[in-house]
């Protein structure tokens, strides 16, 4: 199964992703998260990445899609991964669906996950994450138990740099001018699903999983 996780940043993409990955044993895979990763190990692609990140915008695709197609082509994605921020425009969609047409294959699901706008800087404002495991949390929404403290690991929770509310209005805005234009992309291929992102994330989970 190769799903791709569409809506705008904050709209619970990455928590409903790593659901989705665990339930149904595929691999997480996060531009994102990648980039942050190499961020942290000091890469140069690390570097370049963080410029258009704290900037708001996409980085380049010069940038992106070799390293996505790379990451794909592992064995761990045999039987099928959950792609999380990407693709992010058109041109990338492209390259994924001439990339799996080459081996007579396809994306099987693209779930949209609908979040307006007026909610997505209350979301980003309480973003937090775990450095060290990686588990996502929000202040107001899914608190840990101990503030600042992961409940998994015991690391101290960060915040990210790009929420900060001008880059998040920013990157709202990339989204509906760069990505939005997905949702029509993958329902052309009749693909799309479309389920309700304000609600609790055990719902919005409980909507995703009644689609397989
Ligand atoms: P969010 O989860 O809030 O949507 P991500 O972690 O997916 O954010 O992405 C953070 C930033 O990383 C984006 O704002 C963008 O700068 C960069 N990025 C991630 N994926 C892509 C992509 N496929 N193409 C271009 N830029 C990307
Ligand atoms: P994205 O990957 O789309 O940027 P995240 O999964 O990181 O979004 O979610 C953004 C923030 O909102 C996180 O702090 C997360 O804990 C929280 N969140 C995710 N889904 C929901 C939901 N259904 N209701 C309330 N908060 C949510
Ligand atoms: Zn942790």
Redesign the pocket.
Known sequence: MKIVML?A???????QAKRIAEKYHLPHISTGDIFRANLREGTELGLKAKEYMDAGALVPDSLTVELLLDRVAKDDCRDGYVL?GFPRTIAQADVLTDALAKSGDKVDLAINIDVPDEHIQR??S???SCPQCGQ???TE??PPKEEGVCDKCGAALIQRDDDKPETVAKRLQVYHEQTQPLIEYYEKAGVLKTID?T???DE?FADITALF
Request: proline letters at 8%; zero cysteines; glycine letters at 30%.
């Open positions: 809506g940043p904050g709209a619970g993409k990455g928590t999380d979301r980003m309480g973003r937090r996502g949390y929000h929404f899914n992102g609600k609790p994330m919005v």
